[in-house]
């Protein structure tokens, strides 16, 4: 995992979105788009840039691509974000 390839992801306010959607549960790419008034092949680039940080995981079920949270990497980024603020205090005790 790169953590410059997660903030990256989510630098973009409709991925960040997308996000949020997905906090409900697994959908469709179809379910995901029919959410925005952008082209298909946008959701899917958002999608990829997704992926590719690990933020979301994608399985096929017959003709359709689900995706859902990969919630360890947003653990991963809590606590690595959560050490980062321990830093600052401990250096003031």
Do not use: C
């Not at 082209?39 to 997704?50: E, K, M, P, R």
């Amino acid at each position: 995992m790169s953590f410059a390839n997660t903030f990256k992801a989510l630098s973009h306010p409709v991925r960040r979105e997308i996000l949020d959607l997905l906090k409900m549960g697994k959908m469709s790419a179809g379910e995901i788009a029919d959410q925005f008034e952008l082209t298909g092949a946008t959701i899917s680039h958002h999608l990829s840039v997704l992926k590719q940080a690990d933020l979301v995981v994608e399985s096929r079920e017959k003709n359709f691509i689900y995706y859902e949270l990969n919630t360890s990497v947003l653990e991963d980024m809590m606590v690595w974000l959560a050490d980062l603020k321990g830093s600052k205090k401990d250096e003031n005790e």
